[in-house]
């Protein structure tokens, strides 16, 4: 069956400390891994989309790194701060005949504070 | 600005009511997608479009309809069938199809609750 598991569920942290999410798949044939940080009550925001030959990709603070032979993938927090607060979603996308190849992880729920 | 506008923000629903959930972008994108999210739940697919006058259902699209008669807008129908509707609703779109390294735009949901 093909599923995106992530870890913890939950994380708080203090402001100005790193963190790092984690996000294991079964998807396949695997075509791109995406993170998406969703704010209360918001859409999803892209962060990063990373193919099969991609080990890391970095948009500002936010780092994802991908172990496609191990299917696993981790989006490392840099010095975080009060509005990095949010819901951050891994996907994933199958290489399927079909038009609906997105696999949604339930996300990690994070929590910056003071 | 190109983005993607969900209207309402909150929608009340009355038991055997139908309601509509509004879906426009102005990127010019051809596919659109619905998408309803649970608490603790990952997104599932209701209905996606790839084209004008063509949709096609998703992984629960039963008691929803759509249509797609024009490439700005997708609109989603909650019907009396959908027996369980309080969620949120999410409307996406993307260049073309969600194959390949599409990125995939979201608008800011629709929160539906039963009155």
Same mark, same amino acid.
């Given at each position: 069956?093909?599923?995106?598991?992530?870890?913890?569920? /939950?994380?708080?942290?203090?402001?100005?400390?790193?963190?790092?999410?984690? *996000?294991?798949?079964?998807?396949?044939?695997?075509?791109?891994?995406?993170?998406?940080?969703? %704010?209360?009550? #918001?859409?999803?925001?892209?962060?990063?989309? &990373?193919?099969?030959?991609?080990?890391?990709?970095?948009?500002?603070? $936010?780092?994802?790194?991908?172990?496609? %032979?191990?299917?696993?993938?981790?989006?490392? =927090?840099?010095?975080?701060?009060?509005?990095?607060?949010?819901? $951050? =979603?891994?996907? @994933? /996308?199958?290489?399927?005949?079909?038009?609906?190849?997105? @696999?949604?992880?339930?996300?990690?729920?994070?929590?910056? =504070?003071? | 600005?190109?983005?993607?506008?969900?209207?309402?923000?909150?929608?009340?629903?009355?038991?055997?009511?139908?309601?509509?959930?509004?879906?426009?972008?102005?990127?010019?994108?051809?596919? &659109? $997608?619905?998408?309803?999210?649970?608490?603790?739940?990952?997104?599932?697919?209701? $209905?996606?479009?790839?084209?004008? !006058? %063509?949709?096609?259902?998703?992984?629960?699209?039963?008691?929803?309809?759509?249509?797609?008669? +024009?490439?700005?807008?997708?609109?989603?129908?909650?019907?009396?069938?959908?027996? !369980?509707?309080?969620?949120?609703?999410? *409307?996406?779109?993307?260049? #073309?199809?969600?194959?390949? !390294?599409? +990125?995939?735009?979201?608008?800011?949901?629709?929160?539906?609750? @039963?009155?």
């Amino acid at each position: 069956k093909n599923q995106v598991e992530q870890s913890p569920q /939950s994380l708080i942290i203090l402001e100005g400390k790193n963190c790092t999410l984690q *996000c294991n798949y079964t998807v396949s044939p695997f075509s791109n891994l995406r993170w998406y940080k969703q %704010d209360t009550g #918001r859409g999803p925001v892209s962060l990063t989309i &990373m193919t099969f030959s991609e080990n890391t990709k970095s948009n500002g603070r $936010y780092t994802a790194t991908l172990d496609a %032979d191990t299917k696993q993938s981790s989006l490392h =927090i840099t010095a975080s701060q009060l509005s990095d607060s949010a819901s $951050y =979603i891994c996907v @994933v /996308s199958a290489q399927w005949l079909g038009n609906t190849p997105l @696999v949604f992880g339930k996300g990690t729920r994070l929590s910056v =504070i003071a | 600005d190109g983005g993607i506008t969900q209207s309402p923000k909150y929608l009340f629903r009355k038991e055997g009511q139908n309601v509509t959930l509004s879906c426009e972008q102005n990127l010019n994108h051809d596919a &659109m $997608y619905w998408y309803r999210q649970d608490p603790g739940q990952g997104l599932r697919l209701i $209905y996606y479009s790839q084209i004008v !006058n %063509d949709f096609q259902k998703g992984d629960i699209a039963e008691g929803y309809s759509v249509s797609r008669e +024009k490439k700005e807008s997708f609109p989603l129908t909650v019907t009396s069938a959908q027996k !369980n509707p309080t969620a949120f609703y999410l *409307c996406a779109s993307s260049l #073309r199809g969600q194959a390949g !390294n599409e +990125k995939l735009l979201f608008g800011s949901g629709t929160q539906l609750s @039963v009155l």
